[in-house]
């Protein structure tokens, strides 16, 4: 009985811990698909902001990726020697940093759209639950604001 109190302590009753060992796994059966693409799980999913955007200031792509500048700007340096984007401070605000995919960027985006049908068979989901989770998960995130 003296045990009940302790309850929420196990990992059983824990949401995070599914949520981070998912996370683990699926980034874990991404990096054979993106080895072939020499990607990072951080420099692809950058990459997929700036496929989606062509040209963002860093804050604004931290905030769409929920990365720090701290974690961001090792991967744009990385990405920038790769060639896939170029990174040049803004004409109207100088402090505003601004990263523009490059033709060859671009081309990337063409060798990648393998990735998500491999990976679709890495989730033991169907599309509709598939769905659903990207749903709660989207409403987890937004209920949490920005720290």
């Given at each position: 009985?003296?045990?009940?109190?302790?309850?929420?302590?196990?990992?059983?009753?824990?949401?995070?811990?599914?949520?981070?060992?998912?996370?683990?796994?699926?980034?874990?059966?991404?990096?054979?698909?993106?080895?072939?693409?020499?990607?990072?799980?951080?420099?692809?999913?950058?990459?997929?902001?700036?496929?989606?955007?062509?040209?963002?200031?860093?804050?604004?792509?931290?905030?769409?990726?929920?990365?720090?500048?701290?974690?961001?700007?090792?991967?744009?340096?990385?990405?920038?020697?790769?060639?896939?984007?170029?990174?040049?401070?803004?004409?109207?605000?100088e402090r505003n940093l601004i990263v523009?995919?490059?033709?060859?960027?671009?081309?990337?985006?063409?060798?990648?759209?393998?990735?998500?049908?491999?990976?679709?068979?890495?989730?033991?989901?169907?599309?509709?639950?598939?769905?659903?989770?990207?749903?709660l998960l989207y409403k987890v995130l937004?209920?949490?604001?920005?720290?």
């Amino acid at each position: 009985m003296g045990d009940d109190k302790y309850t929420c302590l196990k990992l059983e009753s824990q949401l995070c811990f599914p949520l981070y060992a998912c996370s683990k796994e699926i980034i874990r059966r991404y990096k054979p698909y993106l080895d072939e693409l020499d990607l990072t799980y951080t420099q692809y999913i950058t990459m997929m902001a700036l496929w989606e955007h062509h040209e963002m200031n860093v804050k604004e792509l931290g905030r769409c990726l929920y990365l720090d500048s701290g974690t961001l700007t090792p991967v744009l340096k990385k990405l920038e020697s790769k060639g896939y984007l170029l990174r040049s401070r803004s004409r109207e605000d100088e402090r505003n940093l601004i990263v523009t995919i490059t033709d060859r960027g671009k081309q990337l985006r063409e060798e990648a759209l393998s990735v998500p049908r491999n990976m679709a068979c890495n989730i033991p989901l169907s599309p509709e639950e598939s769905g659903q989770l990207y749903t709660l998960l989207y409403k987890v995130l937004g209920g949490m604001g920005e720290a």
